[in-house]
């Protein structure tokens, strides 16, 4: 049998694959820890080095640690944190490409299971996915586990990610791939404890003369879609428009602005 028509669900990285750095904007001082200590002064009214030094606290004293240990240690409100920080980082990071909500819904309207492999933890892969547009702080109806790092006690280049991954949604490795834009972490590591697919995204170059049966480049989130979906013609965009009301309702449901 084609191992892709093996595949029940996919393990889907965030940083360069869903969200990116806008070009052109400096890299310094970007970052949710530096949101952090400017809302400690901002928001929590501290001062500046009171602010790091219980940041400072956090990072020492909890090992795989959570957002919210932060948001907690800094006494701030977390609604109004998230808020001020999706404000912040909206002006540095971005959605890869405006065709994954439509893709993704698709995969998900035939019954593929998607989840989020990252070794963001939970609350700042939400975080991530609100600034691609597609969910929402609060939380994900597209997703149905978001396997942080945190939340594995492990990071995506140890295999052990993997094994963990694969523990908490009850599926066979032969039963996953992976969707990811870093060949060593979302192909090799995962390969090692058995998965035999890897999407590796890369938007700049077209490397898709260089695919293998279990390492396949793409160009967007649609090529996967069509690798994975038997009816390949079927588009959800028609004429630029969302041409299925189901979908458009769930495109609607996750927060997107529809074309329609
Ligand atoms: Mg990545």
Not at 186 to 193: G, I, L, N, Q, S
């Amino acid at each position: 049998m084609n191992s892709l028509q093996n595949i029940k669900g996919l393990l889907i990285d965030i940083d360069d694959t869903i969200t990116r750095h806008k070009a052109g904007v400096p890299m310094s001082g970007s970052s949710l820890f530096d949101v952090l200590q400017t809302a400690g002064v901002a928001l929590g009214c501290l001062s500046a080095h009171e602010t790091a030094r219980r940041i400072e606290s956090v990072k020492n004293e909890v090992r795989w640690w959570h957002w919210s240990d932060f948001i907690v240690a800094l006494e701030l409100n977390p609604k109004q944190f998230w808020d001020y920080a999706y404000n912040i980082e909206s002006t540095y990071l971005e959605a890869t490409g405006a065709e994954i909500l439509p893709a993704l819904c698709r995969l998900q309207a035939h019954g593929m299971l998607l989840y989020i492999a990252s070794n963001n933890p939970s609350s700042g892969i939400l975080h991530k996915l609100r600034l691609a547009g597609i969910a929402h702080v609060n939380g994900s109806t597209l997703f149905s586990q978001l396997l942080g790092a945190t939340e594995m006690h492990a990071m995506k280049w140890e295999p052990n990610y993997w094994r963990k991954a694969l523990a908490h949604i009850a599926l066979d490795a032969s039963e996953v791939a992976v969707v990811g834009d870093n060949p060593h972490d979302d192909y090799a590591v995962p390969r090692e404890v058995g998965i035999p697919v890897s999407f590796i995204l890369d938007r700049f170059c077209d490397r898709r003369g260089q695919s293998t049966e279990s390492l396949i480049y793409v160009n967007d989130f649609d090529e996967i879609a069509d690798a994975l979906l038997p009816e390949k013609h079927l588009h959800p965009l028609v004429n630029g428009k969302v041409s299925d009301p189901a979908l458009q309702a769930k495109l609607v449901l996750n927060g997107a602005t529809v074309p329609c």
